[in-house]
């Protein structure tokens, strides 16, 4: 049968019971418990409602068994003639594997030791017309699984738990933070000018103010704005948005942790980048050492630092004062640029970082340091050397998941950065000086660290996940036309 014949065939059932006068779509009975909970205090002869899925079903004669599952679990139903009534038992004949219902009944156990409960009434919830995936035994087109993430969740048990393990993450850096005295806010994800970060924004209109917006590219020029506020410690767990490419690590709406600590600098933020990455591993894995695509990788304190200035200098020749058409040269001269190229300077550090990312990919946690300043417009210059920043970003198994700097808090220095910024860029991407940034800068804004991780990338690798559309419940997809058969 296919599945347009299935599909007409359930509607054909969901006909019948209309005709029956059944509410097919009605609220749920109150007094339904989790399944879990049930299990877990199991008692022969308690009167119990759940209510669930129905992911199999087996009728012998006058009894029907069927296995029910809610988000929490999955347990046995025992439905009989002689307990539930003609009429009601009838009702199963338009009951199919993925309709939901609530079930109230008393446990039991059988002779083989399976926890059931014995049915006295059920009501249908909702009759689904469509079956499950390739006979629920696990949904397996990488395509579909992204374009009907439903479908994947009910299918494959190992793809909720990552989103489970999503959330405990979630919830660990919160309760980190805030058992440290940060204060979690919330800042805006329309921008009149896209900055604090360098990438391509997705841009929209206001039609009341008649007014072009950005949507926010990153939180940090608003998060520090709170820091002159006197707001000393901030976070936010934020989506922020890059027109750019997709691949398995980049997706262009995604999640990010920034964090801003007034009277700290870069090495604070080492500092707690380990406590907390260490501190979330410990939680939901219990232990310091994991295992990323076949690599055991140990979170053992203090992590390794390595400078980017070193390792340009010996991979590519490349010194912190090189302008960006001689870095794009000697690039070039090593096979990892294309001839003929116009880059800004910031394309060239992608390059650059993307190549990096591939020495990195079979180490143990890394601080790469010592960044040019010329490529950080945000962070301080170090005291002993102009040309480098006082800046880091975090390295775990090749996966950038962190970036941190001594912020720039001089607004006439930050001021000049931002108009050299806007010189390097192609004609086609707009960007113009953050005037408002500026002048709260002038207000005042103390020495300060920030600390920006990608949590993405975080989930991606506590679930040992090859792929950042595993861990999104719903990554951007090209879209597809589709002609439903309802």
Known sequence: MD??????QRKSKLNVLKERGVPVYPSIPSGRIDIVEILKDFSEGKKVAVCGRIMAKRQHGKVVFMDLKDASAKIQLYIKLDFVGKDLFSLLDNVDIADIICVKGELFKTHTNEPTIKAEEFTIIAKALRPLPEKWHGLKDIELRFRQRYLDLIANEEVKKVFLMRSRIIKGIRDFLDQRGFLEVETPMMHNIPGGAAGRPFKTHHNEYDEDLYLRIAPELYLKRLLVGGLDRVYEINRSFRNEGVSTRHNPEFTMLEVYSAYCDYEDMMKLAEDLIVSLAKQ??????????????????PWQKRSFTQMVKERFNIEPQDEVVLMLKKLQEKGFAKEKVRLTRSQVNKIIEDILEQDLMNVNPTFVTDYFTNLSPLAKAKKENPLISERFELFIAGLEIGNAYSELNDPQEQRKRFEEEIKELNSDEERSVDDDYCL?????????????????RL???LTDQPSIREVILFPLLRSEKRDSPL
Do not use: F, R
């Open 459 to 461: 989930v991606m690798l």
């Open 284 to 301: 939901v894995l219990g232990k310091s050492e994991i295992v990323y695509q076949g690599k055991t990788i140990s979170l053992a304190v």
């Open 3 to 8: 599945l347009n014949e299935i599909i007409e």
């Open 440 to 456: 709260a800068l002038e207000h005042g804004m103390p020495a300060a660290g920030g600390l920006g991780i990608g949590i993405d």
